[in-house]
């Protein structure tokens, strides 16, 4: 069965760090661009990071620049998401998404999970 389980959320203080994971099963992580999206309340789903396929490329959105780090670990299947200097506007639901390249547009990947919750109080 193809699934994609995140986790690692949680409430934390203003300027505190995370580290969400994104766990694979009946599929292969490495073969697959691996977005992370995140969706605040009342709003669209966006991107915030993207690790490609072949070339292990990174994106980030503007505004995770320099405080979020995606990376890839391909003997355990994961992939995660180091999230520095959290900020309140940081808080949403974050998902990982599996798909074969790096769009914007989360209708656009293969596979994605239930999400995890960020909370970032001030």
């Known amino acids: 069965q193809v699934q994609l389980v995140e986790s690692g959320g949680g409430l934390v203080q203003v300027g505190g760090s995370l580290r969400l994971s994104c766990a694979a099963s009946?599929?292969?992580?490495?073969?697959?661009?691996i977005g992370w999206f995140r969706q605040a309340p009342g709003k669209e789903r966006e991107r915030v990071s993207c690790?490609?396929?072949?070339?292990?490329?990174?994106s980030y959105a503007d505004f995770v620049r320099g405080r979020f780090t995606i990376s890839r670990d391909n003997a355990n299947n994961a992939v995660y998401l180091q999230m520095n200097s959290l900020k309140p506007e940081d808080t949403g639901i974050y998902y990982c998404?599996?798909?074969?390249?790096?769009?914007?547009?989360?209708?656009?990947?293969?596979?994605w999970g239930q999400g995890t919750q960020v909370t970032v109080s001030s």
């Open positions: 998404e599996a798909g074969s390249g790096c769009s914007s547009w989360s209708e656009t990947y293969d596979y």
């Open positions: 690790t490609s396929r072949f070339h292990d490329t990174t």
């Open positions: 009946g599929f292969t992580l490495e073969n697959y661009a």
